[in-house]
Nanobody
Framework: QVQLVESRGGLVQTGGSLRLSCTAS??????????MAWYRQAPGKQRELVAR???????NYLDSVKGRFTISRDNARTAVDLQMNSLKPEDTALYYC?????????????WGPGTQVTVSS
């Protein structure tokens, strides 16, 4: 079993910044073979992938956050961070941390409970 714990989100003004962290743990969890990602879900919308980072550090971003968000991983802390700059009201959502073992044939992984980010206009 894997536990993912996100840091508290918050309320920020348009143009502001916020950093989310997610710490992963588990008795058999091996952080450096896991893809780590951040997803978000706004009210009435589907959950979407915001950013993903592979075990080797390759990253992918949702087009609307490119240039504003940066995902990074710290193997020593077994943590993945999401630095969010130039925040917009449309970034308001519940943000979820996700992990998946690259050795697994399944697309299933583990989810954190989510943390709320609200951007005021």
């Amino acid at each position: 079993q894997v536990q993912l714990v996100e840091s508290r989100g918050g309320l920020v003004q348009t143009g502001g910044s916020l950093r989310l962290s997610c710490t992963a743990s588990g008795r058999t969890f091996i952080f450096n073979v896991n893809v780590m990602a951040w997803y978000r879900q706004a009210p009435g919308k589907q959950r979407e992938l915001v950013a993903r980072i592979s075990p080797s550090g390759n990253t992918n971003y949702l087009d609307s956050v490119k240039g504003r968000f940066t995902i990074s991983r710290d193997n020593a802390r077994t943590a993945v961070d999401l630095q969010m700059n130039s925040l917009k009201p449309e970034d308001t959502a519940l943000y979820y941390c996700f992990s998946r073992d690259v050795r697994s044939a399944s697309a299933d992984g583990y989810w954190g409970p989510g943390t709320q980010v609200t951007v005021s206009s």
